[in-house]
């Protein structure tokens, strides 16, 4: 009977088992990749960049030849009317009205034109290779924000499931130390209140444990989002924290160079077309050249019937050069110069901004980075001191040396303190963020 009872209730928990997922393991580099494979920002920039192209290809276009071919069929009832001097048919002195071709005219033309010299048009090119470069560094700004995001939300992750342990470990021996008050209770060692007094650290602990499981949930649910896995799953964000600091030196070393960071590089290069937008703007009014061919064929009729073949055709061919020489826009080149040098000055006050920008936010985070490691010194040896602390007073406590208050105590400030450690570990790691993104380097943590 024994036997068939548990084989039911294994049966019943088996599904109940099957419905908790398995954390899936994911370290950073990893996660980043991911993140950045489902980024719609990063699509879209690099969408941007292949519409780019086809614009490119568009604006090319106009240094081809251009072909054009026209077939007209006209019928004219009342033939239009001209006058001619009497003098062609010996009456001088007079106008003679005539009538000039037939009711039905049908004509095929074809031309082509070939551009030889277009100053405009060739001071563009240059712009077609800085628009390049300008997408390009779109797609990587809109990388650099998807690493810095992604990575933020791992490390916040992180630092919850840190705190959560601590707690599941401070649980742990609140729940022995209880089992202990209640066997000296039995025994006429303790009171009554020491263990109550023990349950409530433990609920208090309990109630904090479940708001780091609900943030926790909330941190991979976003986790999971930002890297495309199914927000059904779970994820288990890894790394190695024994040490946290140990790459420190690597990032105290990092230099600030703000003329290779994406923002300094993307408003250089919108200076760089602008300028030369103004350039191609002042070469419109000079003159282009332009080489053309036309060919044609007319035919006149009384009737439709073009397809009579005793009917004449008469054809036409020349070649040609054409000088086209702009004389005046009604002050559109000047309007739209004048324009352009407003938003190039616009510019150049951005970026003598970002500079100063850039200094002062490495700045800041190198003094957040120094900071951050001398209280993460100070608070690992805060975390040894308590834990050493407490591991004294449990002993003193069951041989009845120290009253249960000094015990309880001693837990509290252990758990504020590894609270307070794995605080300082994450702002460790955000000032390593910061500083990445200061000096252009968040490309760093792919490696």
């Known amino acids: 009977m024994k036997i068939c009872l548990l084989s039911v209730l294994i049966g019943l928990a088996t599904p109940l088992l099957a419905q908790v997922p398995t954390p899936q393991p994911l370290r950073l580099k990893e996660g980043l990749e991911l993140a950045i494979a489902n980024s719609a920002n990063v699509e879209k920039a690099r969408l941007d960049r292949q519409g780019l192209e086809q614009r490119l290809k568009e604006a090319r276009n106009a240094a081809y030849p251009r072909m054009t071919a026209n077939l007209d069929v006209d019928y004219s009832p009342v033939l239009p009317t001209q006058v001619m001097p009497g003098e062609v048919v010996g009456q001088p002195g007079t106008f003679i009205p005539v009538q000039f071709g037939r009711a039905w ?3 095929g033309a074809i031309q082509a034109e070939q551009p030889l010299y277009n100053e405009s048009l060739r001071r563009s090119k240059q712009a077609i290779t800085l628009t390049r470069e300008l997408t ?6 809109s990388e650099e924000e998807v690493i810095y995001n992604t990575a933020l939300v791992f490390y916040q992750t992180l630092q919850t499931r840190q705190l959560q342990r601590s707690i599941d470990a401070n649980l742990e021996k609140l729940s022995a130390l209880q089992q202990v008050a209640e066997l000296q209770l039995k025994n006429g060692y303790a009171i009554p209140t020491d263990v109550k007094r023990i349950k409530v650290a433990r609920t208090n602990l309990e109630a904090q444990r479940q708001n780091l499981l609900n943030a926790i949930l909330n941190l991979e649910q976003t986790l999971s989002f930002l890297c495309g896995l199914p927000l059904d799953g779970r994820v288990e964000p890894l790394e190695d924290l024994n040490n946290p600091a140990a790459d420190s030196l690597t990032w105290k070393n990092l230099l600030l160079e703000t003329r290779t960071t994406t923002e300094f590089k993307l408003l250089s290069r919108a ?3 602008n300028h030369v937008q103004v350039r191609s703007l002042k070469a419109e009014p000079l003159p282009s050249l332009n ?11 009384d009737n439709a019937n073009f397809a009579d073949p005793d009917a004449r055709w008469y054809g036409m061919f020349a070649v ?3 000088i086209k020489m702009p004389l005046f826009d009604g002050f559109r080149r000047h309007n739209k110069a004048r324009v352009l040098d407003i938003e190039g000055q616009k510019m150049d006050a951005d970026r003598r901004q970002l500079e100063g920008a850039k200094n002062l936010e490495f700045k800041q985070a190198g003094d957040q980075l120094e900071n951050s490691l001398r209280m993460l010194k100070g608070q690992s040896e805060n975390v040894a001191l308590a834990r050493e602390i407490t591991e004294k007073l449990v002993l003193q406590y069951k041989e009845g040396v120290v009253p249960l208050t000094d015990l309880l105590n001693a837990q509290t400030a252990l758990s504020e303190a590894e609270t307070l450690y794995w605080q300082q570990v994450f702002a460790y790691k955000l000032a390593v963020l910061k500083i990445l993104k200061a000096s252009g380097n968040l490309s760093l943590l792919q490696r």
């Open 320 to 322: 040609g050069l054409k």
């Open 136 to 141: 390009d560094l779109q797609v990587k700004r």
């Open 271 to 273: 200076i760089d077309l």
């Open 105 to 107: 005219q049908a004509m």
């Open 291 to 301: 080489a053309y061919a036309a060919a044609s064929l007319q035919s006149f009729r």
